[in-house]
């Protein structure tokens, strides 16, 4: 039988079913229930409603204070924040750059009470953009995206792994010291875990994000008032304030201070969480947002107080937090300068800060994956037809937790080849974020101007000017991050010194480039990757207008999804449903 009547003949076999699945008015749910608010406005974007909703509103409000993990994130920035600029950094940067972060929390709250879909920031750029630009901006976006939360995950896997170094030292006096080798190992070993908990039900991660949340808010007040009352004696008011502290090797205070802001965008990234599990949010319109903004301010507050509590605990005393203190460690050690005859003291401090790193990780990794199963259930990475699809049971999209695993266990590596390559990883991490978040807000405020649609939740006439002072502060800041951080005493720079960022940026780069421009025959990206799909394609009941199927072999990746929806059997050829013009990767729900 020649390929042409193969054709035909499979053509049939979908239009039957596809007519038969009709007839029977089921939902797009699989059964004859009525569709939830959630799952029809979901719908009316272009997408069936796979993942199970889970999540309220206080849950969208966790995600997003877990995500961020401010006191996990701080202690592990804090000696780099030391470094670059010291307390006045640490505090009235904090504050400034806190001011910026909440501007670019609320244009993204907005953005996502209009697009509440799983991608986000990846997502809304292709639906912000001109038509013609939708794949492109759409793919640009979603890889830094990605790039930035894989990179955010291995910094909580490898700063828990630090941690737990300095608290070997602790109590073995200095004796023991871990190796870099023993940190990664630990810290690969981490995300294992992380990844198993990310097979868990939503509402049980729900719930487990509600419990992480008190217990982070708990923890940092209990460090905070223990370490301040414990320590013999504090520092000044001035100090805390007012102190600046520089070992970068370079005596311009102005780049000093503009590269320590590093210090706060790293501490506040990730706060787009509560978008990330949309699909999974009930009520995402209004849940979503508001779990940005008031997960973005309850990370601020608690950040400065940590911050504040470290500096006034440490005794004006840079020499034993940084260089000579028993651990590598620097809040560690001040822990141990607040505790300096009761080492139980310092050590329980340390395991409530460990734990603290730890529940961070697992909250995040669940924006990671929900990254990348938006991602490649639109075909934008290579192979995704590998990696994408939801469990039927669980719900869940399990390739994509193994995919987001091994990723994460590649960038934790770095630190086996420089010692500064941590610093590296939170600023691939920062600009990962900071680009993401500065591409679909810059499309808000040109493109869409005059056409987007503000949702329930908005900031009214404020949007647009709040969405211009936003974009400019991303990507200046994210020019900033390439630059040397550390110059040695001639002001060159060393392979210990080398700022990574910009060589696994260049990686990703090469590969996202390699894989867009890659000619039709080898499958390149912009041959078929138009974006996603875009809601004046589609029709009330969530169908495409003037949709046909079509037979494609070996080309789409989401044959399961599209099976599933027509109730095919699985040994058929892979089939999609596309519209006729133009020709869009991504699959419409059927009802």
């Known amino acids: 039988m020649s390929q042409e009547v193969q054709q035909i003949d499979l053509i049939e076999q979908i239009e039957e079913k596809f007519d038969a699945k009709k007839s029977k008015s089921k939902h797009l749910s699989g059964n004859t229930t009525t569709l939830s608010k959630d799952d029809m406005y979901l719908?009316?974007?272009?997408?069936?409603?796979?993942?199970?909703?889970?999540?309220?509103?206080?849950?969208?409000?966790?995600?997003?204070?877990?995500?961020?993990?401010?006191?996990?994130?701080?202690?592990?920035?804090?000696?780099?924040?030391?470094?670059?600029?010291?307390?006045?950094?640490?505090?009235?940067?904090?504050?400034?750059?806190?001011?910026?972060?909440?501007m670019i929390a609320l244009s993204l709250a907005e953005i996502t009470s209009t697009y509440p879909v799983s991608g986000s920031t990846y997502h809304w750029a292709g639906l912000l953009a001109k038509r013609e630009h939708a794949g492109i901006a759409s793919f640009i976006c979603g890889w830094f995206s990605f790039l930035g939360n894989s990179a955010c995950d291995a910094s909580y896997a490898y700063g828990f792994a630090q941690i737990v170094a300095a608290i070997v030292q602790l109590t073995s006096n200095g004796a023991v010291q871990l190796s870099n080798q023993h940190m990664v190992a630990i810290a690969i070993g981490?995300?294992?875990?992380?990844?198993?908990?990310?097979?868990?039900?939503?509402?049980?991660?729900?719930?487990?994000?509600?419990?992480?949340?008190?217990?982070?808010?708990?923890?940092?007040?209990?460090?905070?008032?223990?370490?301040?009352?414990?320590?013999?004696?504090?520092?000044?008011?001035?100090?805390?304030?007012?102190?600046?502290?520089?070992?970068?090797?370079?005596?311009?205070?102005?780049?000093?201070?503009?590269?320590?802001?590093?210090?706060?965008?790293?501490?506040?990234?990730?706060?787009e969480a509560a978008s990330q599990v949309s699909e999974e949010t009930q009520n995402a319109q209004v849940s979503a947002p508001k779990g940005i903004v008031q997960g973005v301010i309850a990370a601020v507050v608690t950040g400065l107080a940590f911050f504040v509590g470290l500096l006034y605990a440490m005794n004006e005393d840079y020499d034993q937090a940084l260089e000579n203190g028993l651990t590598d460690q620097p809040v560690v050690n001040i822990f141990h300068m607040a505790f300096p005859s009761s080492k139980a003291g310092s050590l329980a401090m340390s395991i409530l800060l460990a734990i603290n790193v730890y529940l961070g990780g697992f909250s995040h990794m669940t924006v990671t994956t929900r990254v990348v199963f938006a991602m490649s259930r639109d075909g934008v990475f290579p192979g995704s037809k590998y990696i994408t699809g939801v469990h039927g049971k669980s719900q869940l999209p399990l390739k994509s937790i193994l995919f987001v695993f091994v990723v994460d266990s590649i960038i934790v590596l770095l630190p086996l080849i420089s010692d500064t390559a941590f610093s590296a990883i939170t600023q691939i991490s920062t600009i990962g974020y900071s680009i993401s978040y500065a591409i679909p807000i810059i499309l808000r405020v040109t493109v869409s101007r005059k056409t987007f649609v503000q949702g329930p939740w908005n900031i009214g006439n404020w949007s647009v000017s709040n969405g211009i002072i936003a974009s400019i502060f991303l990507v200046s800041t994210s020019i900033c991050f390439f630059f040397p951080t550390s110059f040695d005493e001639n002001m060159q720079q060393t392979i210990e010194d080398f700022n990574w960022t910009i060589v696994v940026f260049g990686g990703a780069l090469v590969i996202a480039g390699t894989y867009w421009f890659l000619p039709k025959s080898l499958g390149g990206a912009r041959h078929f990757f138009t974006g996603p799909v875009r809601p004046e394609d589609v029709l009330e009941n969530g169908q495409f207008k003037e949709q046909k199927l079509v037979a494609i072999v070996n080309k789409h990746t989401s044959q399961n999804s599209v099976k599933m929806q027509l109730d095919l059997p699985d040994d058929l050829e892979v089939i999609d449903i596309i519209p006729n013009e133009p020709e869009n990767k991504s699959i419409p729900p059927v009802k």
Do not use: H
């Not at 102005?254 to 320590?260: A, L, S, T």
């Open 43 to 102: 719908q009316s974007l272009g997408y069936k409603s796979e993942l199970y909703r889970g999540f309220n509103a206080f849950m969208s409000f966790t995600m997003v204070f877990t995500s961020v993990g401010v006191i996990c994130s701080n202690s592990l920035v804090f000696e780099y924040g030391l470094n670059t600029g010291g307390p006045v950094m640490l505090t009235w940067g904090w504050i400034v750059g806190s001011i910026f972060t909440y």
């Open 190 to 271: 981490c995300m294992f875990s992380f990844a198993i908990k990310n097979i868990a039900k939503m509402d049980a991660q729900g719930w487990f994000n509600n419990g992480s949340a008190i217990y982070q808010a708990v923890s940092t007040l209990v460090i905070i008032i223990a370490i301040v009352s414990a320590a013999p004696s504090r520092s000044s008011s001035e100090f805390v304030w007012a102190g600046y502290y520089n070992t970068t090797g370079m005596d311009n205070a102005f780049y000093v201070c503009i590269i320590g802001l590093l210090t706060t965008l790293y501490g506040m990234s990730g706060y």
